[in-house]
């Protein structure tokens, strides 16, 4: 089993509609989760970070968190054109020190 | 503010030469950096934990000899690819912790190819 997980996609998602992404962890002990956007050919860019069980909203973007399922979930409103990419979901915690262990991604097109 | 600059953005090198990767925190002191290494449609590995004054620490499978780490001061760590070979060909990327902010910033990458 993976520790961080992802559906690789690719999601299809209409212009102006929600994109709903979603990761699944396997250490019950990670306390600090991010999700990245990465358009082709750049390096990671971080979109947000969560810690607490509950959402965080920043903008378009809102991340929402469950522990006790170790889950956590992003989404994106009003979804725009430039919001194609790939979104990577990173999980960090006690047991391994201070590294992040990234998903496989999941792809995101945006169709106008 | 929390900008990780890193150098070269490509290189094209020919195999069995070697490569140095320069990785710089501008404004704020990073006592570890990490290395990662990314291959087409792949996500991101972790190589290495560079930690400033001592000893990186390599993921397990990641050869110590092959790619040397160097962290010698508080906003810079190099990573040399030793003898690189074709399928040492990736993008590598670096990152750090600025402890204002909370995230990890990650460098531009550096596009290696080896032929």
């Known amino acids: 089993q993976k520790e961080v997980e992802q559906n690789s996609g690719p999601l299809s998602v209409p212009e102006g509609a929600i994109a709903s992404l979603n990761c699944t962890y396997s250490?019950?002990?990670?306390?600090?989760f991010f999700w990245y956007r990465q358009y082709s050919g750049k390096s990671p860019e971080l979109i947000m970070f969560?810690?607490?069980?509950g959402d965080k909203e920043d903008g378009r973007f809102t991340a929402q968190l469950n522990k006790a399922s170790q889950y956590v979930s992003l989404l994106i409103r009003d979804s725009q054109p430039s919001d194609s990419a790939t979104y990577l979901c990173?999980?960090?915690?006690?047991?391994?020190?201070?590294?992040?262990?990234f998903g496989g991604g999941t792809r995101v097109l945006v169709k106008p | 503010g929390a900008v990780v600059s890193q150098h070269p953005s490509w290189v094209i090198c020919k195999s069995g030469t070697s490569v140095k990767i320069e990785c710089r925190s501008l404004?704020?002191?990073?006592?570890?950096m990490f290395w990662y290494r990314q291959f087409p449609k792949q996500s991101l590995m972790l190589m290495a934990t560079?930690?400033?004054?001592?000893?990186?620490?390599?993921e397990q499978g990641v050869e110590k000899d092959k790619f040397l780490i160097n962290h010698a001061s508080l906003t810079l760590s190099t990573l040399t690819v030793t003898s690189a070979h074709p399928e040492d060909s990736s993008f590598y990327i670096c990152?750090?912790?600025?402890?204002?902010?909370?995230?990890?910033?990650f460098g531009s990458g550096t596009r290696l190819t080896v032929v």
């Open positions: 404004d704020f002191q990073a006592t570890t």
């Open positions: 250490d019950r002990g990670s306390q600090s």
């Open positions: 990173a999980v960090n915690g006690e047991a391994a020190g201070n590294k992040l262990t």
């Open positions: 969560i810690y607490s069980n």
């Open positions: 990152s750090a912790t600025p402890a204002l902010t909370g995230g990890y910033t």
């Open positions: 560079s930690n400033e004054g001592s000893k990186a620490t390599y």
